[in-house]
């Protein structure tokens, strides 16, 4: 099914020290003609579809909760904001005060850029992860790591190896000649190649090393700090019999493995493959370039993160 997004603008919007009123006074934004509303199945799909809608706009000193509150109205996305409680303390600070300035750009970048400066602390780090209701999720990752979802990813084709046969027989070509010379051609047991020893078989590595290699990647290149063999608490991994067990949150494993519904017409992904790839030809729907997401991992077979 393809989908096209609505485009909707917010141009001109400035928040000021009256936020709140500022967000509850301005127009609502209106469908652009032409323009047609697609449902999806999947509740994920159609969330990160509402949030592709490009936003213009500038905030100044505009309190975190008014514009998360804004960002919900404007794309009808449902967000789950992670508020700060009194019992951890532990949590997004809704009076926290946020400037920034953007044009054009995708309300998923505008909600990002915005997390970002919300990291009040230097060892506080906000994100955004989707449940399977299509809810977005939002907050520090030590609160989203609460949600964490056991995934069980096919490894097989990265432990196959192909020898790598570099040193094969030469080809005597003198002998040939000599042979040939002599009017030989009878079985005398000599051979025309010249055996250079076969390394291939021992160039392979065990089973045991490619497994810990692959497993050390991912824990070096994908949130290095929140892997249990790493001293955080967000994620584990286990091998058995060919797979990986992950247990993690959403964010952790849309790093691994993509999401395959990601609201692209242009998108290209490959069922049971291994790759999913945006392309700088993957246009928004104000037809600027979006930036190039490839996410490379291992095919799931197991329950969708």
């Known amino acids: 099914m393809k989908l096209i997004p609505i485009v909707l603008a917010a141009s001109g919007l400035v928040l000021g020290s009256q936020a709140p009123d500022a967000i509850a006074q301005s127009s609502a934004p209106s469908l652009t003609p032409g323009r047609t509303v697609v449902v999806s199945a999947d509740p994920r799909r159609a969330t990160l579809a509402r949030l592709m809608r490009p936003i213009s706009t500038e905030l ?13 109205d404007f794309t009808g996305a449902d967000i789950d904001a992670k508020w700060a409680d009194d019992r951890s303390g532990i949590g ?16 998923l ?4 850029r915005v997390l970002e400066k919300a990291e009040a602390l230097d060892f506080v780090e906000n994100t955004w992860q989707l449940g399977n209701d299509g809810v977005l999720e939002i907050g520090p990752k030590e609160v989203l790591n609460r949600h964490r979802t056991l ?6 084709d990265l432990l196959f190896q192909i020898p ?3 040193n094969v027989p030469q080809l005597d070509l003198d002998s040939i000649l000599d042979q040939g010379q ?4 009878g079985g005398g047991g000599s051979s025309f190649f010249e055996d250079e020893g076969d390394q291939g078989a021992a160039d392979l590595r065990s089973r045991e090393e490619l497994v810990d290699q692959i497993m050390d990647l991912i ?3 994908v949130e290095p700090d929140q892997w249990i063999d790493n001293g955080g608490e967000g994620a584990s991994m286990d091998f058995y019999d ?10 952790v494993h849309r790093q691994i493995n993509g999401y395959d519904f990601w609201p692209n017409s242009t998108a290209r992904s490959n069922p049971g493959g291994r790759y999913l790839t945006f392309g700088l030809d993957a246009q928004n729907s104000s037809g600027q370039f979006r930036n190039t997401r490839t996410f490379g991992g291992a095919g799931n077979t197991g329950t969708s993160p």
């Open 60 to 72: 100044e000193n505009a309190r975190l909760e008014d514009i998360v509150n804004f960002v919900g």
């Open 92 to 107: 997004l600070d809704p009076d926290f005060e946020v400037t920034i300035s953007v044009n054009n750009v995708e309300s």
């Open 109 to 112: 970048t505008f909600l990002e």
């Open 151 to 156: 995934v069980v990813y096919d490894i097989n």
């Open 164 to 166: 790598n046969f570099g």
């Open 182 to 185: 002599q009017g030989g051609g």
């Open 219 to 221: 824990m070096e290149l």
């Open 242 to 251: 060919g797979t990986l067990l992950i247990k993690a949150p959403d964010y």
